[in-house]
């Protein structure tokens, strides 16, 4: 479960997107016509990472699919992935960056596509109390049996607009501009969202396996 808080950003979330998405290839809309349409998280297990993807527009109907992470302190692994600080109400100030290349993100991703897992249930602290919000975007991954994993993520480039992950099971290829007519790679594990708005689920991601992973799942 994520753990939210009722508190104030300064900057929010899209102040802070609209100055990085503008360099990004594979975005061409208006940075000052950004407008949240869905958003989801990832569990981290240790605690200590927020993961969110945010699904937005920029003056047109083309969504954008944007993964972040929330840390305490810069990012130590891929300090050229850091979109900008924030300071937050109740935690103080967060990093944030761009989540594709992070081992935090690209796990929780992984695990979701292989074992069929979803967003992670929403609570906000009220009066000292828990209380479980509806979320309106939700994800599924379509499921792959592939045992324990303990090698996720080498690198990462972007191309078009996808952004591809070589992991230790296979390349990951995200997408940034979700299409409802795009097709997953062959004998590809996936990841699928609906959002308010969406007629039909649209892919989010893809895991194309290599040659050792497909054996151990009898391929």
Same mark, same amino acid.
């Given at each position: 479960?994520? $753990?939210?808080?009722?508190?104030?950003?300064?900057?929010?979330?899209?102040?802070? $997107?609209?100055?990085?998405?503008?360099?990004?290839? &594979?975005?061409? %809309?208006?940075?000052?016509?950004?407008?949240?349409?869905?958003?989801?998280?990832?569990?981290?297990?240790?605690?200590?990472?927020?993961?969110?993807?945010?699904?937005?527009?920029?003056?047109?109907?083309?969504?954008?699919?944007?993964?972040?992470?929330?840390?305490?302190?810069? #990012?130590?692994?891929?300090?050229?992935?850091?979109?900008?600080?924030?300071?937050?109400?109740?935690?103080?100030?967060? &990093?944030?960056?761009?989540?594709?290349?992070?081992?935090?993100?690209?796990?929780?991703?992984?695990?979701?596509?292989?074992? +069929?897992?979803?967003?992670?249930?929403?609570?906000?602290?009220?009066?000292?109390?828990?209380?479980?919000?509806?979320?309106?975007?939700?994800?599924?991954?379509? %499921?792959?049996? $592939?045992?324990?994993?303990?090698?996720?993520?080498?690198?990462?480039?972007?191309?078009?607009?996808?952004?591809?992950?070589?992991? +230790?099971? %296979?390349?990951?290829?995200?997408?940034?501009?979700?299409?409802?007519?795009?097709?997953?790679?062959?004998?590809? +594990?996936?990841?699928?969202?609906?959002? #308010?708005?969406?007629?039909? #689920?649209?892919?989010?991601?893809?895991?194309?396996?290599?040659?050792?992973?497909?054996?151990?799942? %009898?391929?």
């Amino acid at each position: 479960m994520a $753990l939210l808080h009722r508190t104030t950003l300064t900057p929010t979330k899209l102040e802070l $997107l609209a100055a990085w998405l503008p360099l990004q290839p &594979w975005f061409d %809309g208006d940075p000052a016509a950004l407008r949240q349409v869905g958003a989801f998280r990832f569990d981290d297990p240790d605690g200590e990472v927020g993961i969110e993807t945010i699904l937005l527009t920029a003056g047109d109907d083309t969504a954008y699919q944007v993964p972040l992470t929330y840390r305490a302190a810069p #990012p130590a692994d891929a300090p050229e992935t850091l979109i900008g600080t924030l300071q937050h109400g109740v935690l103080g100030e967060r &990093w944030v960056s761009d989540a594709v290349l992070d081992p935090a993100y690209v796990r929780a991703l992984v695990e979701a596509i292989l074992h +069929g897992g979803g967003e992670a249930s929403l609570l906000v602290e009220e009066d000292h109390e828990l209380m479980l919000v509806e979320n309106d975007t939700h994800v599924r991954g379509s %499921g792959l049996d $592939l045992g324990d994993l303990d090698s996720y993520m080498a690198q990462g480039r972007v191309s078009g607009v996808t952004t591809r992950v070589e992991t +230790g099971v %296979g390349v990951l290829e995200v997408v940034r501009r979700p299409d409802l007519g795009a097709a997953a790679p062959e004998r590809a +594990g996936i990841l699928v969202g609906t959002w #308010p708005g969406l007629s039909c #689920p649209a892919l989010l991601a893809a895991l194309q396996l290599d040659s050792a992973a497909l054996q151990r799942v %009898g391929g």
